[in-house]
């Protein structure tokens, strides 16, 4: 069971460059999340999605950008990469019924370092 | 938005030691999950527990969401239970739903 899948685990970027993290989960949730967290810190949510099409900021949005045209994929783009986006990136997933959120399955992250 | 705090920060056990962690929000909440951050930065979630008290082996967790608070029980503390520690929370009111919101986390250390 692959669960949720992050591409890359690892990154360099220089600054001003742009990238896209990949995240894909094969377990039909509906709601999705990209969080980040910097050293010694806990998760900060970015943006998240409650189904294919739909998506809303999170508290720490600015520089990034998502898509959700599937169900299983919600890429998350960093555009004109700043020193401050090094950090780890989570996705996660959760189904959902009823209106109720449940169960939060993560990735296993991806590590930018932007210089 | 809602806050979440977590006590204490840091903890140093040694093994076979029990030990009570806590997390306090602001806001109704009806959604309340616990993780594991292990060392290598892993995050497994640990309990869904929105109310109510729910035990795994030698962890277990209550929540009395009528006075906004969540306690995590580790009893036998072991090496491998060493990470951290995260409380989050989420509500469907308010135009917030899905939105979870995590705690900063508490550090345990086990020591043999």
């Known amino acids: 069971n692959a669960g949720v899948t992050q591409t890359p685990k690892f990154r360099i970027l220089k600054i001003g460059q742009s990238m896209t993290l990949q995240c894909a989960q094969d377990?039909?949730?509906?709601?999705m999340y990209w969080y980040r967290q910097d050293p010694g810190m806990g998760l900060k949510l970015i943006y998240y999605?409650?189904?294919?099409?739909?998506?809303d900021k999170g508290e720490v949005p600015n520089g990034y950008n998502v898509s959700r045209s599937t169900t299983e994929d919600f890429p998350l783009r960093l555009e004109l990469a700043a020193p401050s986006q090094t950090s780890v990136y989570f996705c996660?997933?959760?189904?959902?019924?009823?209106?109720?959120?449940?169960?939060?399955?993560f990735g296993e992250g991806s590590r930018l370092t932007v210089l | 938005g809602i806050q979440v705090e977590q006590s204490p920060p840091d903890l140093i056990l040694q093994e076979g030691a029990n030990s009570t962690l806590r997390c306090n929000f602001s806001?109704?909440?009806?959604?309340l999950q616990w993780f594991h951050q292990n060392p290598w930065g892993q995050l497994i979630n640990l309990f869904y527990?929105?109310?109510g008290t729910k035990q795994n082996g030698r962890l277990s967790a209550t929540t009395v969401a009528t006075e906004r608070y969540s306690l995590l029980y580790i009893s036998s503390s072991q090496t491998t239970d060493s990470g951290v520690y995260f409380c989050?929370?989420?509500?469907?009111?308010?135009?917030?739903?899905?939105?979870?919101?995590f705690g900063k986390g508490t550090k345990l250390s086990v020591k043999p």
């Open positions: 999605s409650v189904g294919a099409g739909i998506t």
């Open positions: 527990i929105p109310s």
């Open positions: 806001d109704s909440v009806n959604n």
């Open positions: 377990m039909n949730h509906n709601y």
């Open positions: 996660a997933s959760t189904p959902s019924a009823g209106g109720l959120v449940g169960e939060l399955f």
């Open positions: 989050a929370v989420g509500s469907n009111y308010g135009g917030s739903q899905g939105n979870l919101i």
